[in-house]
T-cell receptor, first 113, second 116 residues
Framework: GESVGLHLPTLSVQEGDNSIINCAYS??????FIWYKQESGKGPQFIID?????DKRQGQRVTVLLNKTVKHLSLQIAATQPGDSAVYFC????????????FGTGTSLTVIP | GAGVSQSPRYKVAKRGQDVALRCDPI?????LFWYQQALGQGPEFLTY????????KSGLPSDRFFAERPEGSVSTLKIQRTQQEDSAVYLC??????????????FGPGTRLTVT
């Protein structure tokens, strides 16, 4: 299968600080990436996506950066809030069909009030 | 509106028993996906339906796993002769056809299966 991995399994940040969650992928043919948030006892929730023809995309308080040269993806969360505490996954669709998503292991983000 | 629902939320089975997990997707969603999520891991793709057609079942780990969506809406994932390694959370997701290249899957809360 595809290899999508995360650099840090856990991350703790102070409320109000910015968070950066990193993800490495191995398939250079991957052309579509999604970040998901998963709270305890719930299914993953879509946060933001990016296509390989872009290197940056912004949403509400979140920014995704894509570096295709080193096959690296990051999620930046501005002004992190306690409600942001969750596990974050990056996922890729190698063929861009939307039929299969390969998920990384996940990073657990804890926001300290 | 209603999201994706799954039932039961928790299931305990003795090794060797058969189980059936149900998924009710968002009404009108064409695509339906099943994933398996082991503790502390990311979801792993099992199978994909477009309407009633099972277009991809490459992620099903063995022939003990079977999924169906006979009328293109509700789907059932069946596991026969359960083994301890089948213990995991089984997630269902549904989606509309992609819009402008964006694929957004809506996940249900999952069914936590424990095989004893």
């Amino acid at each position: 299968g595809e290899s999508v991995g995360l650099h840090l399994p856990t991350l703790s940040v102070q409320e109000g600080d910015n968070s950066i969650i990193n993800c490495a992928y191995s398939n250079s043919a991957s052309d579509y990436f999604i970040w998901y948030k998963q709270e305890s006892g719930k299914g993953p929730q879509f946060i933001i996506d990016i296509r390989s023809n872009m290197d940056k995309r912004q949403g509400q308080r979140v920014t995704v950066l894509l570096n295709k040269t080193v096959k690296h993806l990051s999620l930046q969360i501005a002004a992190t809030q306690p409600g942001d505490s969750a596990v974050y996954f990056c996922a890729e669709t190698p063929r861009g069909t939307g039929n299969q998503f390969y998920f990384g292991t996940g990073t657990s983000l804890t926001v300290i009030p | 509106g209603a999201g994706v629902s799954q039932s039961p939320r928790y299931k305990v089975a003795k090794r060797g028993q058969d189980v059936a997990l149900r998924c009710d997707p968002i009404s009108g969603h064409v695509s339906l996906f099943w994933y398996q999520q082991a503790l502390g891991q990311g979801p792993e793709f099992l199978t994909y339906f477009q309407n009633e057609a099972q277009l991809d079942k490459s992620g099903l780990p063995s022939d003990r796993f079977f999924a169906e969506r006979p009328e293109g809406s509700v789907s059932t994932l069946k596991i026969q002769r359960t083994q301890q390694e089948d213990s995991a959370v089984y997630l269902c997701a549904s989606s509309d056809p992609p819009r402008k290249g964006h694929y957004e899957q809506y996940f249900g809360p999952g069914t936590r299966l424990t095989v004893t």
